[in-house]
């Protein structure tokens, strides 16, 4: 009888637990976040950004401490695994993208949760059941150097394969922009393109970060791989770089995820639903001009794209699609080495 009644005050005190959650408000969550006291991040952005979004974070919810690591999603997650293995969690909120969310579903550490009724969130914004939020888009154009490359000289990715261009091309390796294009183009013309690129003899680089500073270096006269942000941060710098404005752009999807079993899983909410605010949006393409590519506030980038009618291709949300594709267009693209 004494077990009995203890599995009915159990249930009793996850049905109460669930009552209280369906009646979550933001100030409710607020007030639930200041007495947890903090939230910790683990993110690729960078830590300063995060200290600047922190700050007109606390301006609105005072009290909530913002702790943020540079760490990059794979080796996140993997770290998240280990912890949660050995019972200790140090994690609220990670920032991927989409290809990565797999490792994160299928643990369960992303709950589905009521952003748009609590925190007046754009239900478009919300993915996968209401696990994450849409923070931005890392859309990835065709770049060039202005040394090298006149302005509209490339009209189409065609342009691409002018022998003028032999050996002076800059290839990412993850392929995240091939990926995606093979979203729009297909498999087989993706990886044909890719094969013609090869015989182009490109260098192939390592992130899209290195891949914009080689082009800002003068390593090569065109791009693809480099982030339209990073290109425009140079460009703004004084680096001799530009984006094309030739479509489709592809764009990849960057989300934050509140972690279920976190140690302040209201402050988590409160964060990562505070990244959707105009606000932090504002700071978000100011510091690193990044930013969404849709919806009311789209960043200005986006706006002159809508404005030249230039189609962009967004990263595919079904999940095996996307892996699949990163998977088949970066062996293509592996066959330089």
């Excluded at 203890?6 to 976040?33: F, M, N, P, R």
């Excluded at 154009?141 to 009209?155: E, F």
């Excluded at 498999?187 to 080689?214: C, G, R, Y």
Aim: hydrophobic fraction near 45%.
């Amino acid at each position: 009888m004494t077990r009995l009644l203890c599995i009915i005050v159990a249930a009793l005190a996850l049905l109460a637990a669930g009552a209280a959650k369906a009646d979550d408000t933001a100030q409710s969550v607020y007030e639930a976040a200041r007495r947890e006291g903090k939230v910790v991040v683990w993110t690729a952005l960078d830590v300063g950004l995060h200290q600047k979004i922190a700050a007109k974070f606390n301006e609105k919810y005072p009290g909530i401490a913002v702790e943020a690591f540079k760490i990059f999603p794979g080796p996140a997650i993997e770290r998240l695994i280990v912890e949660a293995k050995s019972g200790n969690v140090n994690v609220d909120v990670i920032d991927p993208n989409i290809a990565f969310l797999p490792l994160l579903f299928d643990r369960g550490f992303a709950e589905h949760y009521a952003f748009d009724t609590v925190f007046g969130i754009e239900p478009s914004r919300l993915l996968f059941d209401k696990r994450t939020i849409t923070i931005g888009h890392y859309d990835i154009p065709i770049a060039y150097n202005t040394g090298m490359v006149a302005p509209g000289a490339i009209k189409s990715y065609d342009d691409l394969l002018d022998p003028a261009y032999r050996g002076k091309l800059l290839l990412e390796a993850h392929a995240y922009g091939f990926a995606i294009l093979a979203v729009k183009w297909g498999e087989d013309k993706t990886l044909s393109f890719i094969k013609q690129l090869l015989t182009q003899h490109p260098n192939i680089i390592n992130s899209p970060t290195a891949t914009a500073e080689a082009l800002a270096g003068g390593q090569g006269s065109i791009a693809f791989g480099a982030y339209a942000a990073r290109i425009s941060l140079f460009k703004d710098g004084g680096a001799p770089v530009d984006w094309a404005r030739v479509g489709p752009i592809p764009a990849q999807t960057v989300v934050s995820v509140p972690i279920k079993g976190g140690p302040h899983p209201n402050a988590a909410k409160l964060y990562a639903a505070f990244w959707a605010t105009p606000e932090a949006q504002r700071i978000f393409y100011e510091d690193q001009r990044h930013g969404m590519l849709t919806g009311h506030d789209a960043d200005p980038r986006a706006q002159e794209i809508k404005r030249a009618g230039i189609e962009v291709v967004f990263e595919p949300t079904d999940i095996a699609q996307d892996r699949h594709l990163l998977e088949v267009m970066g062996r293509a693209l592996a066959g330089t080495k």
